[in-house]
């Protein structure tokens, strides 16, 4: 493109990071798992009881006989084995939550890197392609016809034109950044239209 396009906020890209960002989403899925684990070896350590009825019948309707049962979960007997189970359990789960604010740390340096290198390459894209742009411009043009009516060399008319093409390069170079700088941010938070394409 001629320019540079919008560049989102840092700020705003910052709140989208635990809605969007895979790493971060992939984590919290992983923690959640973890949490579920300490929950069933917590209810495993605690005593349970279990009543069943089972009753049989006549093939005419009529009432046979019925059975009443009671099953007992004493964890008493074995507290260490269970207590070693709900121990890993929940350092397993203190572990992926502090990988979780590791990683969101990371990702939050990581997208206001991007989002300012974008900002600032916009800036210099937008310069390029404007006063300096236009001032080279002129700059030719009236080297081209002083040159025409003997006023300047043809060195000189060469180097204005050397000028102006390199203002252009750098201009389409800022702009290469920014877009690059757009593509690193939209993989650290893509946009929630990428987000349902892939649930999809």
Do not use: C
């Given at each position: 493109?001629?320019?540079a396009?919008?560049?989102?906020?840092?700020?705003?890209?910052?709140?989208?990071?635990?809605?969007?960002?895979?790493?971060?989403?992939?984590l919290?899925?992983?923690?959640?798992?973890?949490?579920?684990?300490?929950?069933?070896?917590?209810?495993e350590?605690?005593?349970?009881?279990?009543?069943?009825?089972?009753?049989?019948?006549?093939?005419?309707?009529?009432?046979?006989?019925?059975?009443?049962?009671?099953?007992?979960?004493?964890?008493?007997?074995?507290?260490?084995?269970?207590?070693?189970?709900?121990?890993?359990?929940?350092?397993?789960?203190?572990?992926?939550?502090?990988?979780?604010?590791?990683?969101?740390?990371?990702v939050?340096?990581?997208?206001?890197?991007?989002?300012?290198?974008?900002?600032?390459?916009?800036?210099?894209?937008?310069a390029?392609?404007?006063?300096?742009?236009?001032?080279?411009?002129?700059?030719?043009?009236t080297?081209?016809?002083?040159?025409?009516?003997?006023?300047?060399?043809?060195?000189?008319?060469?180097?204005?034109?050397?000028?102006?093409?390199?203002?252009?390069?750098?201009?389409?170079?800022?702009?290469?950044?920014?877009?690059?700088?757009?593509?690193?941010?939209?993989?650290?938070?893509?946009p929630?239209?990428?987000?349902?394409?892939?649930?999809?």
């Amino acid at each position: 493109p001629a320019g540079a396009t919008p560049t989102p906020l840092a700020s705003s890209e910052v709140a989208r990071i635990n809605r969007t960002n895979p790493e971060i989403l992939g984590l919290v899925h992983m923690a959640d798992a973890t949490g579920a684990a300490t929950t069933v070896a917590e209810r495993e350590a605690k005593p349970s009881f279990a009543l069943s009825v089972e009753s049989n019948i006549y093939s005419g309707g009529g009432f046979r006989d019925a059975m009443i049962g009671l099953k007992m979960n004493l964890p008493w007997f074995n507290h260490s084995a269970y207590q070693a189970s709900v121990s890993q359990a929940t350092e397993e789960h203190r572990a992926a939550v502090m990988e979780i604010e590791a990683a969101r740390r990371s990702v939050k340096t990581r997208v206001i890197a991007a989002a300012n290198e974008a900002a600032n390459a916009a800036i210099q894209a937008d310069a390029y392609s404007g006063e300096i742009l236009i001032s080279a411009t002129r700059a030719n043009e009236t080297t081209e016809s002083a040159w025409m009516s003997s006023g300047a060399t043809l060195l000189d008319v060469l180097e204005s034109r050397r000028s102006l093409s390199e203002i252009r390069l750098e201009q389409r170079r800022f702009v290469a950044a920014h877009l690059a700088a757009l593509e690193t941010l939209s993989s650290l938070v893509p946009p929630t239209a990428t987000l349902s394409s892939r649930h999809h």
